[in-house]
């Protein structure tokens, strides 16, 4: 028996406090059955479906097989750990918001959950009411955004939760990074003129310059082009994301 099927604390969606969107969908990674038993009734008890599982394999398959609206992720599990299950998830296209739960004072962890693709952390121990609180905020960046996604060769995009892969390895980028290439992929095979990209990043700042964008596309070229991604330079005129062709032996 596991322990999700020992402790069933569902609640029906009717029973959501005002404020909580119905049957937010929860799946609690943790092998401490009793801190799992305490976060499986205070997160139930705000409304939310909740599920839980003791370990790194367990929380895979339950992932793959139902739909999550959200995770909170213990790193400490027995087998795979936290981490790991974090990284398959995410290099699997799996872009449901991710809480992890660390030691306190473990700075490295922090950092290393959040560059594997965590959305917030939680050091242990925790009161109650604030990982309810982080839940809430989590569930309401996350809630319906699963995809639209953009696929150029071996580059994925989900622009809603704006997570890249390159390869299915997480790609990192930063925010007007993400801006002039997101505008790239919607024309590819046509010029973009360097006003045309300013235009679509603006909003992010006033002093963007046309020499800004150009450092923007040099570091899209540094991560891309070793995965046969090209953006040719135009000149006097802007950019053009080239049509992605798998490289043949020949
Ligand atoms: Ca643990």
């Known amino acids: ?39 499986m009734r205070a997160l ?22 139902e739909p999550y609206d ?25 872009a449901l918001p991710v809480l992890i739960l660390t030691a306190r004072d473990a700075v490295d962890d922090r950092v290393r959950g959040l560059d594997l693709g965590a959305d917030d952390y939680m050091p242990k121990p925790f009161a109650l009411p604030e990982l309810a609180a982080r839940v809430r905020a989590l569930g309401r960046r996350g809630r319906g955004q699963v995809g639209p996604r953009i696929v150029h ?14 390869n ?36 992010l700042s006033d002093d963007l310059s046309l020499n800004a964008i150009e450092v923007y596309v040099s570091r899209l070229r540094a991560k891309l082009e070793p995965a046969g991604i090209r953006i040719r330079t135009v000149r006097g005129f802007g950019y053009m994301l080239l049509e992605h062709h798998q490289r043949s032996a020949g």
Do not use: C
């Open 70 to 94: 959200l995770l909170v992720l213990d790193i400490g599990l027995p087998g795979i750990d936290g981490f790991e299950v974090l990284r398959r998830l995410r290099a699997g296209g799996y």
């Open 1 to 39: 028996m596991t322990f999700a099927q020992a402790q069933p604390m569902n609640q029906s969606p009717g029973a959501s406090r005002p404020g909580i969107l119905p049957a937010v969908r929860l799946l609690i990674v943790e092998d401490d059955t009793s801190l799992a038993t305490g976060l």
């Open 153 to 166: 060769g071996p580059l994925v995009l989900d622009t809603a939760a704006r997570r890249a892969w390159l």
């Open 168 to 203: 299915g390895e997480p790609l990192e980028m930063a925010a007007r990074e993400w801006s002039v290439l997101q505008v790239l992929l919607e024309r590819v095979e046509r010029t973009v003129s360097k006003e045309a990209i300013i235009e679509a990043v603006a909003g």
């Open 44 to 65: 139930s008890n705000e409304g939310y479906d909740v599920a839980a599982a003791v370990n790194g394999e367990e929380a895979l398959a339950r992932v793959r097989s």
